[in-house]
């Protein structure tokens, strides 16, 4: 490799880490970055190890199976603190770019593959950069790359190696579902169609990866979560869509290489077989479960992202340079947009902390924009070290005496009226106004269908059940409430009743 190209990758690289790493710094700690400094048992802040593991027994039966991934997210935000979790965060993703790049064997290493990598990290990986998600999906991901590469090279390691392969491949299928379900039955397709060929290491290595995925499963708690999951083909379709962002880069290059012959498919597959199952596993999975987050589809993301980086050295050099400039002109959009979300989250932030420091009572009333409507769920963290919350709801902490609680501004006007109302702070996510002291028995949402702002037909209504007020006084009682449907553009919500 000619030192130009060293240094050129070497930059690009460097950049790519610095761009992480201000949003690590910049992102706020909010939510799930908050409660994770709770032992889930007990309800204290956690001092020590002995509380995480304490904490983490409570949580797989209550939260989630994910124990590798959610002891590491109590480490660091309970015990290590933003500035190593930055510095560790971006060492794993060096690492993640290692595997990928391992994994899809290049014979040569040239600048528009880094390019063309960076800028699919960016775009088809966006989370919050914070430890709940980063943790989660970008180190987890990375422990699974590693297995899928050490299974691919069995010839390299001795039996003895299991000492080491059988613990660490069992952390790492336990490290994400929503990537390691696909690699697993893969792995299961792969070890039966080839199970002569199969070594004892390669045999160590798919056992104890699928027990790691398979104690995520048999969670109680992922049962729950899996329940709750409950939404329509059609939704799942346009958020598949919606979603996708490597994905759509993937089919066209796989069309486009069969199109130009520069594949053969059978032969292709032959050789790309996991990546292959694996995405179509992945695919089925969410299908079945329901989508409705971008995260849900990293796992297709990331096999997606391996299947281009392989096809792309088989096109010509100016179609790698044109598929490489487009997927690089929309990431650096996105990375633009992503750092204008940044720093207005932190302006909004700093707004409300400076309206509650002025409040007697600890209530700031703000309005945000719909897109920054988590601070209508979540809690300011500079106070997290002092707190003890003895009843941990939404949009409240307590800070030196009083209760921060967050409002839209029309909750005043709320006060002195005797009508019920409601208003929309996010695609789906609803705050209803109730003047009754007592919770409704049901709420029904009802719906149209709209098209430029012309309605077309009725949609079927939505009943709901079984509230808690997450604020409730002497004059009003506020619920919040979800309707699915209504993430899709043509659905409107003409009212929502209490009954």
């Known amino acids: 490799m000619k030192r130009t190209t060293i240094v050129s990758i070497s930059i ?138 050490l299974f691919q090279h069995p010839q390299k390691q001795s039996k003895l190696w299991c000492i080491f392969l059988i613990p660490f491949a069992l952390i790492a299928g336990n490290g994400h579902e929503g990537l390691n379900i696909g690699l697993c039955g893969a792995f299961a397709i792969y070890v039966i169609v080839h199970h002569k060929k199969i070594s004892f290491n390669q045999w160590c290595i798919v056992i104890s990866f699928c027990i790691g ?79 409705f987050s971008n995260r849900q589809l990293f796992g297709i993301e990331l096999m997606s992202l391996i299947l ?53 009572d600890g209530i700031v009333y703000y309005d945000l924009p719909v897109q920054y409507a988590i601070f209508k769920q979540t809690y300011p963290c500079d106070a997290l070290r002092n707190s003890r919350l003895k009843n941990y709801k939404k949009s409240t902490l307590n800070q030196r005496g009083k209760t921060l609680v967050i409002q839209p501004v029309i909750r005043k006007e709320f006060l002195s009226k005797t009508q019920n109302g409601f208003i929309e702070i996010a695609n789906g996510h609803f705050i209803v106004f109730l003047t009754s002291k007592n919770p409704p028995n049901k709420i029904v949402i009802k719906r149209t269908v709209e098209i430029l702002g012309i309605q077309i037909a009725n949609y079927p209504s939505h009943e709901l059940s079984g509230f808690i007020p997450f604020y409730k006084d002497e004059n009003i009682q506020l619920l919040e409430i979800f309707d699915a449907i209504d993430t899709m553009p043509w659905i409107k919500i003409s009212s929502i009743d209490a009954q």
């Open 12 to 149: 690009i690289i460097l950049i790519f880490l610095s761009y992480i790493s201000y949003c690590c710094y910049n992102a706020l700690w909010l939510g799930d970055d908050i409660t994770y400094a709770f032992n889930f048992k007990t309800g204290e802040l956690i001092d020590s190890l002995n509380d995480i593991i304490i904490s983490q027994d409570a949580h797989y039966l209550t939260v989630n199976g994910r124990y590798a991934a959610h002891t590491l997210i109590q480490i660091f935000i309970a015990l290590l603190g933003r500035n190593i979790f930055i510095i560790t965060n971006s060492l794993v993703y060096i690492l993640f770019l290692y595997f990928i790049v391992r994994i899809t064997k290049p014979s040569f290493i040239h600048i528009r593959q880094i390019l063309f990598l960076v800028s699919a990290i960016c775009l088809g990986f966006q989370t919050k950069y914070v430890p709940t998600c980063q943790i989660n999906y970008i180190w987890m991901f990375t422990l699974s790359l590693a297995v899928l590469w």
């Open 213 to 291: 995925c398979f104690i995520i499963i048999i969670s109680p708690a992922s049962k729950n979560r899996l329940d709750e999951m409950d939404g329509s083909m059609l939704i799942s379709l346009y958020n598949f869509i919606r979603y996708s962002r490597i994905f759509y880069f993937f089919i066209f290059i796989f069309f486009y290489a069969l199109y130009s012959k520069k594949i053969h498919l059978k032969t292709f597959y032959i050789e790309n077989e996991i990546y292959f199952n694996s995405m179509i596993i992945l695919i089925l999975m969410n299908f079945y479960i329901s989508i």
């Open 308 to 360: 281009s980086l392989k096809l792309l050295s088989s096109l010509s050099i100016p179609i790698q340079y044109t598929i490489t400039g487009i997927l690089l002109t929309i990431a650096l959009i996105a990375g633009y947009k992503n750092i204008i979300f940044l720093q207005k989250i932190n302006t909004y932030f700093n707004d409300i902390q400076q309206q509650y420091e002025k409040s007697a």
